[in-house]
């Protein structure tokens, strides 16, 4: 929906630290491979590609 905001923005949306927002961020893009982009123009976070998320261990 690219609706996030800044990393700001979205720690408050979130109730989190916005040190936390980078931190999740950084472990959804490396550890899940997720294709999360900031977009500088919009500000907002969203995927590069279209993507499939599984946050449930099997």
Known sequence: MKQTGTP???AYKLELSERSVHYYIAFMKN???API????KLETYRYETECKLCFIGE
Do not use: G, I, S, T
Request: hydrophobic content about 40%; overall charge neutral.
């Open 8 to 10: 700001r923005q979205l």
């Open 31 to 33: 550890e899940m491979k």
């Open 37 to 40: 982009v900031y977009d500088f």
